[in-house]
Every structure is written in structure tokens, then in C-alpha cells.
């Protein structure tokens, strides 16, 4: 992006800065939607717009391999100097590793002098960036962020040291099947029948299936102490304890009351939306799957709840605000649900569509009027076909049971 030198001074002064001290040559570094390999002078990113940034990095190998790639978010404030220090043991930024207020002045009054060892920000994909973060504020990402302030694409995982059924070996350790018996190589293979044997076999009163004992045999994992996405919990349960099977079966039509549940986790309903652009970031420039994962059961969840719509008018405006952009930046492919193949983002959005459309909700023409050329903005985009959201789908129809 071309700028002339009076605005670059501006930009140096009044957006702020990033050193990262000691950065090998090499290593793919980023900010936000672009990214680069350091060279061997490199101290960091100047001219950095006020808001929430996403910084990241991966070792790259000497034959070209790229190590997972390792992040943080971070808002800057007009004019601010952050200083981080590379970690050459660990391989990564050390966030642990600060400096006083005395090196910040001092480095300030030397700004012009390193200007020369600093990466301009891409202003180029500030626009798009502001669409993908603006409902992000630094509460929300600072609640959102793993307890260690890194998001890693590739968790480290650690033993749950527990069961994770109730079955329970077999009081004769000559018949007791362990994952070392299983293979010579240490590793569990298929469970044979002496190992099923070897399982006194209950859960909820019936025997163990051999998936079920294949899946004991393995190890129980779960993320590293703060390690793991600080993420809205969803309810265990989509309808209120004490539910009478009709009420469960309306609530599992209009899941409102599974969206209460996650609202009632916020301070005010717009930070939804923002952990909606806090979780597409990053799988998008984290590249976490677990947060891909999370992004789509919102997604999902806030298609799936007429009611809710009526109340959180605002809410549902901001959502679809946000979702547009992420759309773009995302291949179609990865919007299918692993298990039907089919688009669960299009099915959902049919749901939400015909909701919005529906006379019963007595909605204003304009919110209407938007939602409908939203979608012929997908139409065009995508070919996915919004013309007959009124008919239900096959698997939403009502099942008649011939007794």
C-alpha cells in the first residue's frame, strides 16, 4: 500500500508498535490476515491501528516443513509500544519476559532509530480485518484467551489419569487386558474376544459393545492447564430440568432456551457475536480445529431458535453482520458436517431465513427486507438456493409411526 512519507511519520507516532526482540531469520511471523518469513534485522511490526490483533508464528524447517503455528491476541491502544522477548529454548515468543516502563520511554524516544527494523502493518487488509473483529473488546478476548495468553494450533494434551467408563478389569490379573498386551509395539490394536472377556461389561445396566471397550483401552486426553480456549459452555441439556416429553420435543424444534443459557454467560448478548469472530479467528488465522468446532455449534444454535429472534432483535442483525465476511474467507468444503456430508452452515441458514420470513413473527420490513438480499448475496456466492425455504427438509419432517 502506497503512502507518502508525511502520513508514514503519523502512522509511526500515532499507531502503535510491536517489538518481538531475537526472532530467528525464517520464522513465518504474522499479524492478522498476512504474514511473512523474517529476515535477519527484523524487530517487529510499526504503524499498528488501535484495536484487537491476532500475532502469530511458525518455525519453518530447513526443508521447508512449517511447525504448528503458535498465536496471541492483543489490543493496542494509539501510540503504545509492546515489547515481547523470544524464547530460543522453547521456540516461541516467552510472554513471561517483560520490560519496565523505563525501556518503553527509552525505546520510544528511539523510535526513528530502529524504524528501519520494523515491518510496516498491511493496511491493505485493515478493512476486511475491522469486519472480522469489531465486536471483540479487550474483556471479551482476555475471557475468551487460554489461561497461559497462547492459542496454539496443535494442543498439547496430557492424561486424564481416570476411567473413563465404569468397567472395571477383571479381578485376575492373568486375564487382565492392558494396551501393551494387545501389540508387540506397545500400541492397542482391535480388542480380541480375551479382552472382552476380561471386562466385567456394564454401562447403564447392558453389556459393553467392542467399540466401547476398544475406546476404554485407550488413553483418556485432555488439553494442558491453560492451554485451552476459555470458550461459552453449552448446556448438557437443550430444555429445562423437569421438561414433560412434549415440552422437550418443542424445545428441541426451538432451541431459545439453549441460547439463553449462553447469553446468561456474557455480560450483554452482543458478546456472542463477538466470541462468534473471536472463535472464526481463530481457526482462521489460529488455525484451531477445536475452535472451528465451536464456531459452527454457535452458528447452528443461533439458526435454530425462533423464538429468540423476536427478543434479541439486535442480536440476530449483528450475527448475520458478522457471518457475511466470515463466509467469504472460508472454502465451502469446510462448511460440511463430517458425518451426513451435507452443508450444515446452508441448512442452518435455511432454518434462520425461514424464521426471520415467517408471518408469526411480525418482524419489520426492513430486518425482512435485509435477510432476504443477504441471502441472494450467498445465492451468488455459493448457488445455494434460498427459493424454497418454506418446504421443511427431509429429516425435519414430522415421522409417522405405524403401530
Known sequence: ????????????????????????????????????????????????PPG????????????GDTAPRIGFMEFFKQGDIIVKKWDSDSGEIDHSKTVTEEEIQRIRANLYNIDRFLGPYPYEIWNKWKLLSDKITEPLAKQLMPASGVIRSALELVSLNESKTDAVPNSDPSTEAT????????????????DVGSYKRRRHGRPLTVEEIEDDLLPGLKPAPGTALRLTSFP?????????????????????????????????????????????????????????????????????CERAIREYHELYENFMWALEPQLWEVQEDFLADIVTNNNAIYRALRRLFRAIQSPDNNLEGRFKTWTSRFAERLTEKFSWDFSDIDEEEEDEKPVIVDL
Not at 504474514?35 to 534485522?41: A, C, M
Not at 494387545?182 to 480380541?192: A, I, L, M, V, Y
Not at 462468534?276 to 464456531?295: I, K, N, R, Y
Open 1 to 48: 500500500m502506497e503512502m507518502d512519507q508525511d502520513e508514514a511519520r503519523r502512522l509511526l507516532v500515532e499507531g502503535a508498535t510491536l517489538l518481538v526482540l531475537d526472532v530467528p531469520e525464517g520464522t513465518n511471523f504474522g499479524i492478522d490476515l498476512k504474514s511473512w518469513e523474517t529476515g535477519e534485522r527484523f524487530k517487529g511490526i510499526k504503524m499498528i
Open 52 to 63: 484487537i490483533h491476532f500475532i502469530y508464528h511458525s518455525a519453518i524447517g530447513r526443508h
Open 179 to 194: 494396551p501393551e498386551s494387545n501389540s508387540p509395539s506397545g500400541k492397542h490394536s482391535c480388542p480380541t474376544s480375551e
Open 236 to 304: 448438557k441439556l437443550y430444555y429445562p430440568p423437569g421438561s414433560t416429553p412434549a415440552e422437550i420435543s418443542l424445545h428441541s424444534m426451538d432451541s431459545s432456551y439453549a441460547l439463553q443459557t449462553l447469553l446468561d454467560q456474557h455480560e450483554r448478548p452482543d458478546n456472542l457475536v463477538g466470541e462468534l469472530q473471536f472463535t472464526f479467528l481463530c481457526f482462521l488465522v489460529g488455525q484451531s480445529l477445536e475452535a472451528f468446532e465451536h464456531w459452527k455449534r454457535l452458528v447452528d444454535l443461533l439458526c435454530n
